[in-house]
Structures are given as structure tokens and as C-alpha cells.
């Protein structure tokens, strides 16, 4: 009974906590990458690294000019293409992270998981970058570009003076790009008359000031045809 009740206690040198669902492999060259419930538009620049909009509602595909229907698609095996699209990505508010793995990290700091969690505190992993942790979300009309740009609470809180508003989901509900605009307005995000005034720390304008990575170099990523 004694050595059975060993094998019951917890082993201090083992990690506790959920399973994070970021541990899962993702399809590595497809266009559209499910975690969770929620749906992410990857991209492969030329520079190297991984493009990610996290999050994407009905505006985004509709931008993207992607079918809801058939969302199977992969990454397109022509490079300046690529390219383009990842243009594209960056100017609705996505993210620029040096590597998939290093992606699937933040995500997984994002999801709680006391593994990522316990690498950062241990100094094992290099801490999320102001780029990394940032809420972004980008409403472009006729007129501009409407910026929301805030802190989240990853684990501490970076600037308190510009924390994520409480509300942010009402994004989600927006049916157009015009009702999207309007809501980030109301979230107090910033107007600018064309993209070249944007200054702030998210990736809007990384396409042609990006030259490294944010905590290590920008990892190329071949491109590699996979079963559909």
C-alpha cells in the first residue's frame, strides 16, 4: 500500500497545469490555422519569420478577399505573392513573430499555460516583447486607418496607463469594415489620414522598417506543399 500511495503523489519535478492547446502541432503551410474556437490568417514572409492575425471575424476574410466556405487553402508557393499578403496581414494589425515556435510560446503565455508561464519566470525564455503583448485591431476606410493599440495583463502590467479596454470584444459584432471603424472609435483608438503617419509599436509599418527579429533572428520558413 506504501508504494502504492507513492505512486500517487505529485512529482515536484514535474510541470503542473492544463495542457496547453498551443502544444499541438499546427499545419505549418496552411493559410488558415484553427487553435482553439478561434481561427488565425498565417503568412510566410521572404525576410523569414511567421506573420499572424489572430482572431479573424467575417471584416478580416472579407479584406483578405478568403472564402469562409473553403478555408483549406495553403500557403501560396509563390514567394512575391506571399509577400504580398503579408502586406496585406500587417495592415489590419497582425503580428510578426520571429518563429513558429516562438509564436506558439506567446500563444501559450496568452492561454495561461504554467509551462510558458514557469519558463518565463525561471529566466528560461526571453520576455514577451511590447509588440508581443499588445492588443491590436485596425479598421481602414475611405477616409484612413482607425488604431487601436493597447497593454494586456500577460502576467504583469506594462503600461497601466493604457490597458485593453474591458468592452474590446464589441469588435467581434461588427458586420462591416465601416461599423468596425466606428467601434474603435468609440474605444478611444487613434485616426491617421494614411498609414505613413502610424508610429506605434504594433507591425503596421514593419514591412518596411523590420530587419531582425523581436528577440532572436527571423527564422526562414521553405516552403513545403502538405496534403489537403
Given at each position: 500500500m506504501q508504494a502504492y500511495a507513492r505512486l500517487l503523489q505529485p512529482n515536484r519535478h514535474l510541470r503542473t497545469g492544463s495542457i496547453g492547446i498551443h502544444r499541438r502541432p499546427a499545419p505549418q503551410m496552411h493559410r488558415m490555422v484553427f487553435l482553439g474556437k478561434t481561427v488565425s490568417v498565417w503568412a510566410w514572409p521572404s525576410r523569414g519569420g511567421l506573420i499572424v492575425l489572430e482572431r479573424v471575424t467575417p471584416v478580416d476574410i472579407n479584406f483578405l478577399n478568403l472564402d469562409p466556405v473553403h478555408l483549406r487553402i495553403q500557403r501560396d508557393p509563390d514567394q512575391d505573392a506571399e509577400d504580398r499578403f503579408c502586406q496585406q496581414l500587417l495592415r489590419l494589425g497582425a503580428k510578426w513573430?520571429?518563429?513558429?515556435?516562438?509564436?506558439?510560446?506567446?500563444?501559450?503565455?496568452?492561454?495561461?499555460?504554467?509551462?510558458?508561464?514557469?519558463?518565463?519566470?525561471?529566466?528560461?525564455?526571453?520576455?514577451?516583447?511590447?509588440?508581443?503583448?499588445?492588443?491590436?485591431?485596425?479598421?481602414?476606410?475611405?477616409?484612413?486607418?482607425?488604431?487601436?493599440?493597447?497593454?494586456?495583463?500577460?502576467?504583469?502590467?506594462?503600461?497601466?496607463?493604457?490597458?485593453?479596454?474591458?468592452?474590446?470584444?464589441?469588435?467581434?459584432?461588427?458586420?462591416?469594415?465601416?461599423?468596425?471603424?466606428?467601434?474603435?472609435?468609440?474605444?478611444?483608438?487613434?485616426?491617421?489620414?494614411?498609414?505613413?503617419?502610424?508610429?506605434?509599436?504594433?507591425?503596421?509599418?514593419?514591412?518596411?522598417?523590420?530587419?531582425?527579429?523581436?528577440?532572436?533572428?527571423?527564422?526562414?520558413?521553405?516552403?513545403?506543399p502538405v496534403d489537403t
Open positions: 513573430f520571429d518563429s513558429v515556435e516562438r509564436f506558439h510560446f506567446v500563444a501559450g503565455v496568452a492561454g495561461d499555460d504554467q509551462r510558458y508561464i514557469d519558463d518565463l519566470v525561471d529566466g528560461l525564455a526571453e520576455p514577451l516583447t511590447t509588440m508581443e503583448r499588445q492588443w491590436v485591431c485596425v479598421g481602414i476606410s475611405g477616409e484612413g486607418l482607425w488604431v487601436a493599440e493597447y497593454d494586456t495583463s500577460l502576467l504583469f502590467i506594462e503600461d497601466k496607463h493604457n490597458q485593453e479596454p474591458d468592452d474590446s470584444a464589441r469588435v467581434l459584432l461588427a458586420r462591416t469594415m465601416e461599423e468596425r471603424c466606428s467601434i474603435l472609435k468609440d474605444l478611444g483608438a487613434k485616426f491617421y489620414e494614411n498609414i505613413e503617419q502610424y508610429e506605434g509599436k504594433a507591425c503596421l509599418r514593419a514591412w518596411e522598417k523590420k530587419t531582425t527579429g523581436e528577440v532572436g533572428h527571423l527564422k526562414q520558413i521553405p516552403y513545403q
